[in-house]
Structures are given as C-alpha cells and as structure tokens.
T-cell receptor
Framework: EAGVTQFPSHSVIEKGQTVTLRCDPI?????LYWYRRVMGKEIKFLLH????????ESGMPNNRFLAERTGGTYSTLKVQPAELEDSGVYFC???????????FGPGTRLLVL | SQQGEEDPQALSIQEGENATMNCSYK?????LQWYRQNSGRGLVHLIL?????REKHSGRLRVTLDTSKKSSSLLITASRAADTASYFC???????????FGTGTRLKVLA
C-alpha cells in the first residue's frame, strides 16, 4: 500500500511568487491534514479535510494560504504571494478515522528567498 | 510552555546504550504518538499509546504513559547509529483530531 506522497520534495522561490504544494493521501483515507514546521520550531497544525470539506482551518496563518481538496482525493496548498517567513517544511498526513493514527508524508521543503 | 514538550532537547549516546526521551503535555488526550524524523526526511510513525494504556512495546521501543502526570517516555534499547534522528511526541486532544507536537528530541547515536 502506497503511503502519503507529497510533491514537490523541495521548492525554492522568490518572495512574492506563488507556490502550490500537492499531497496525495493513502487511498481510502477520508481525513487529510496539513502541518508545517517553520524555522526548526514545533510542527503546527494548519488544517483538516474530511473528504472535500474543510473541517478546521484554524491553523492557517493568513489569507495568503489556500487549501483545496476537490473530489476528496488529493489536496493542494497554495501560498500566494509567498513571504520569507513561509519557509519551512510542509507536511501532509492522512487517516482513515480522525481518532486513529495519522500517517505523514515526506514533506515539502519550501525556501522563500 | 508548549503542549507536547520533550526533554531532553538533545541527547548523544554510544551505540548499544539505551536512550530515554520524555514528553509532557497539558490537556486530556485520546492518545499519544511518537514519531521519528531522520534528517531531510518525513515523519515516521513509531508507536501509538491510548489514554487507557500504561505501557506499550514495539521491537526495541518501549513507551509509557502516565496520564496523572500528563507525561510519556520513549525508551530505545540497544541503540544503533541508524536511530540517529529527531523524535517527536504528538498528542490529540480528547474529541479533536489536531496533533500537537513538541519541539522534539534530537538523538545522536555514535558508532
């Protein structure tokens, strides 16, 4: 069974540009989560999808971040325009049931110059 | 202090020794999980312990949970160089699904 995959693995962009991160959850997992780790700090929750619906986006830092999960399969996280403080590692996770283990992808390392 | 706070922040041991990491949290939880992150790679799930469990084993890993003290420990026995990584505990609040991570313990196992 394939795990959670994320694309790209690395992204280097300039301040003001747009970047779109993609996450493919484990097949059959309705729950999809985004987290990020900025500047070596703790990993923080961004948002949670159940199928295509946003259940909780309380962790989204501001309106420059837009997450979508059309069709309830893969999800994208767009940062527009990117700022220097957005640099970090963005993790995606999925779970079958929200009470169960969340399985994480390898992360996307974003560097905004 | 942060929920899911680990200590020590960094630990350096010799191969073959045991490594113990601790995690404290603040609120009531459904479960607590430990993850490992090797340098430059993603988070790997190690073990889940539910709030009604006190101890759990998986291979060379032993996790304890003390809900009265709101703390957990991860013991890695007979450590190997390949165990070098950052270790994080993550808690899920009762009734929610958000994982709250600590800042992690950086473990270095010297060959």
């Amino acid at each position: 069974e394939a795990g959670v995959t994320q694309f790209p693995s690395h992204s280097v962009i300039e301040k003001g540009q747009t970047v779109t991160l993609r996450c493919d959850p484990i097949s059959g997992h309705d729950n999809l989560y985004w987290y990020r780790r900025v500047m070596g700090k703790e990993i923080k929750f961004l948002l949670h999808f159940v199928k295509e619906s946003k259940q909780d986006e309380s962790g989204m830092p501001n309106n420059r971040f837009l997450a979508e999960r059309t069709g309830g399969t893969y999800s994208t996280l767009k940062v527009q325009p990117a700022e220097l403080e957005d640099s970090g590692v963005y993790f995606c996770a999925s779970s079958q049931n929200y009470r169960e283990t969340q399985y994480f992808g390898p992360g996307t390392r974003l560097l905004v110059l | 202090s942060q929920q899911g706070e680990e200590d020590p922040q960094a630990l350096s041991i010799q191969e073959g020794e045991n490594a113990t990491m601790n995690c404290s949290y603040k609120t009531s939880i459904n479960n607590l999980q430990w993850y490992r992150q090797n340098s430059g790679r993603g988070l790997v799930h190690l073990i889940l312990i539910r709030s009604n469990e006190r101890e759990k084993h998986s291979g060379r890993l032993r996790v304890t949970l003390d809900t009265s003290k709101k703390s957990s420990s991860l013991l890695i026995t007979a450590s190997r160089a390949a165990d070098t990584a950052s270790y994080f505990c993550a808690t899920a609040d009762s009734g929610t699904y958000k994982y709250i991570f600590g800042t992690g313990t950086r473990l270095k196992v010297l060959a």
